[in-house]
RNA sequence: GUGAGUGUAGCUCAACUGGUUAGAGCACUGGACUGUGGCUCCAGGGGUUGAGGGUUCAAAUCCCUUCACUCACCCCA
């Protein structure tokens, strides 16, 4: 019986895995540039991490997680629900902010430095209906810089990221941005908003009904028609903005100025998670279809205080792999593996002295196919063709007696003998030459 | 979770209104060239037409069910 992988898991296969290792590589560049240090955390943690952090009423947390009861009290496990969960229940991340600010109240590194800048990339879960550019098993870079609550920490996030664009080579992105208040002002202009809402409330769709429960600002953020003509002229976030939140967000817009990041002011930009505040970015491409944001953060200043650590400000971002993938892989095309000696051999002695052969050469260093079932010469220099060998060694009964054994330079077609005891030395010279 | 579309060889796709043995290109294997790659020519292997059921003398084609994938809604990286 044939097993499948589960929807929304999938391999990334040979081919296409390059430009992943492409984008890490840049990506540990960009954040070594920055000075960024990386975390590892677990792909698994206690859910309640997620609910208090995310918000008890997120979609992610209400019916897009990967959550399970352990095996720690199976005997006695009785139908999930509140209160009848006897072992613990675990949760497969569905972002990596939560895990890394646990991570750092947990080992108290606000104790040895004040300031930390953290990068980490895996994968993340999230059952969602698989779509271009959405998968249930999804890739994110991301960085977070703690205990620092100025505008140049956001400021520099935004130009690392700009950065990292660049490296990789992708442009056409485009970055919106809005600051979603604090504490302080927030909640006032909540209120302004509701009572705007109030009488039009009850011609929104069905959704946005929900959303004034909970989230009003979200209702700004809808597609609907209905409700974008509705709430045409509402109030703007902008416009209540504490003397605080007001000059952080002027700083960072004057940042961004500054140094020549473009950017468009979306008043109407609501982040998906609850612990957001003040400045919220999101960097979007056309070429993506709906799944359009690429890499999206913000700032946070008070979730380490929400799971127990100090009061401590943060600022991060998360940017969606197979999304910059997508993207790279309509530009550019990958090299693949490729070996520098192919290994030819003709009769059962030349193949038992080839294989070991095989073994020598790879260890001083050569990259070395070689064939292992019996196939005619023309079929193995065939293959030596296909993938693109530089050299190919070719032995025989004839140079087995001889003790010479042929080498062709693929490129050049020319043939010489290299004496087969001292071959790794012959090579070494004739590679040499030929990177010349 | 809701809706729409698509499933035929390893890949890209054919097969008139149901009608002989489901084809082609690329790829693969071998040969022409007995131990030397790319080009050309020739030959060959490869399919439960996603799966299951139904209608029919006859199903890749029509109907039902199911699965997978894709796109959109939703949501988000």
Redesign the pocket.
């Known amino acids: 019986m044939k097993v ?5 898991f ?1 391999d990334i296969l040979p081919g296409e895995v390059e430009s992943w290792q492409f984008v890490e590589e840049k990506a540990r560049e960009v954040f070594a540039l920055y000075n960024f240090s990386e975390i590892r955390i677990p792909v698994l943690e206690k859910t309640e991490l997620f609910s208090r952090s995310l918000g008890e009423t ?3 947390v209400e019916k ?1 997680m990967y959550t399970f009861v352990d095996r720690d009290a199976m005997g006695t496990m009785l139908p999930p629900g509140p209160g009848t969960i006897r072992g613990s229940s675990l949760t497969l991340r569905p ?1 990596g902010t939560a895990g890394v600010v646990r991570a750092y109240v947990e080992s108290e590194m606000y104790k040895i430095e004040a300031v930390r800048k953290l990068f980490y990339l895996g994968p ?1 879960f ?1 059952r ?8 249930r098993q ?3 870079i991301g960085a977070e810089v703690l205990g620092r609550g100025d505008p140049f920490a956001d400021a520099e996030l935004l130009l690392l990221l700009r950065d990292l664009f660049e490296m990789v080579g992708l442009d056409g992105l485009t970055l919106e941005l809005n600051s979603l208040g604090c504490v302080a002002c927030r909640p006032r202009y909540r209120e302004d908003l509701l009572s705007f809402l109030g009488e039009r409330g009850k011609k929104l769709c069905g ?1 946005c009904q929900r ?1 004034m429960g909970r989230n009003p600002m ?1 209702v700004l ?4 028609e209905v409700c974008s003509q509705l709430t045409g002229g509402a109030p703007s976030i902008l416009g209540f903005l504490c003397e605080s939140c007001e000059d952080h967000f002027g700083t960072v817009k004057q940042l961004l100025g500054e140094t020549g990041l473009e950017f468009k002011l979306n008043p109407r930009m ?4 609850d612990y957001y505040c003040r400045t919220a970015f ?2 979007t491409s056309p070429r993506l ?9 913000g700032r946070y200043d008070g979730l380490v205080e929400e799971l127990g650590g100090p009061p401590t400000p943060g600022v991060g971002f ?6 910059l993938v997508l993207l790279l892989a309509m530009k550019e095309s990958k090299k693949a593996a490729r070996p520098a000696i192919y290994l030819v051999w ?2 059962a002695t030349a193949r038992v002295w080839a294989f070991s052969a095989a073994h020598r050469l790879r260890r001083a260093g050569f990259s070395v196919e070689i064939e292992g079932e019996a ?5 193995q ?6 993938m693109g060998a530089q050299f ?1 060694l ?6 087995l007696s001889s003790g010479k054994g ?1 080498l ?6 020319e ?1 010489f003998p290299v004496s087969l005891d001292r071959i790794e030395k012959e090579i070494a010279a004739r590679l040499e030459t030929n990177t010349d």
């Open positions: 499948a992988a589960i929807k929304g999938s997120t979609d992610i897009e972002e993340m999230r969602e209906k698989p779509q271009k550019g959405r998968l999804f890739y994110q959704n959303r979200r953020d809808c597609k609907e609501v982040r998906g998670l999101e960097w279809g709906s799944q359009n944001a690429v890499a999206a953060g998360a940017m969606g792999m197979e999304r003709v009769g196939k005619s010469l023309k079929s220099m065939r293959r030596a063709d296909k190919v070719i032995v025989g009964d004839e140079e042929i062709r330079n693929m490129d050049s077609k043939q």
